[in-house]
T-cell receptor, first 111, second 110 residues
């Protein structure tokens, strides 16, 4: 069991480009959470997904951000038209019975 | 909305010392997590608690539901314990996503 896999580990994007972050949950986990850690700040909840459903996206910025967890394949966090303020570490966690397992994160740098 | 407070914010100790990190929250929860974030940024889940006490190696976590308080203890601390320790709670209802404390930066000096 490889755990929660996130890729890429590091992503550099120019302002205005799109960023796609991938998360493959642990085998058997059908719940995926995305969190963002801004520089010098704590982790913040963004979105909670189950297969093919967004359960709660109350922590997602209203514009430019979207997330999906298709029937097949990884969960994707997509950020359109990135800005410098999007630079952060984005963590994915999958859970079963509320035991969260975190991925190693994707560090997004917008230049 | 649950407010999660951790103390201390920063802690430097000598190798071998007994370490205590505290976490308090404002609203009743269904579970509390202690997480460790390494200098490289990766996050490891140490404990998930809903009551009582758990022990894993040199780490002990306790929770008092009535007082809305949890502690993480490290016995015989070692420089490799240097990390950020984060308390996170599940408030129940809604997303079941975690609400995080700001973390405790722990440095263990040899």
């Amino acid at each position: 069991n490889a755990g929660v896999m996130q890729n890429p580990r590091h992503l550099v994007r120019r302002r205005g480009q799109e960023a796609r972050l991938r998360c493959s949950p642990m085998k058997g986990h059908s719940h995926v959470y995305w969190y963002r850690q801004l520089p010098e700040e704590g982790l913040k909840f963004m979105v909670y997904l189950q297969k093919e459903n967004i359960i709660d996206e109350s922590g997602m910025p209203k514009e430019r951000f979207s997330a999906e967890f298709p029937k097949e394949g990884p969960s994707i966090l997509r950020i359109q038209q990135v800005v410098r303020g999007d630079s952060a570490a984005y963590f994915c966690a999958s859970s079963s019975d509320r035991a969260n397992t975190f991925g190693s994160g994707t560090r997004l740098t917008v230049v | 909305k649950n407010e999660v407070e951790q103390s201390p914010q920063n802690l430097t100790a000598q190798e071998g010392e007994f370490i205590t990190i505290n976490c308090s929250y404002s609203v009743g929860i269904s579970a509390l997590h202690w997480l460790q974030q390494h200098p490289g940024g990766g996050i490891v889940s140490l404990f998930m608690l809903s009551s009582g006490k758990k022990k894993h190696g040199r780490l002990i976590a306790t929770i008092n539901i009535q007082e809305k308080h949890s502690s993480l203890h490290i016995t015989a601390s070692h420089p490799r314990d240097s990390a950020v320790y984060i308390c996170a709670v599940v408030s129940g209802g809604g997303a079941d996503g975690l609400t995080f404390g700001k973390g405790t930066h722990l440095i263990i000096q040899p």
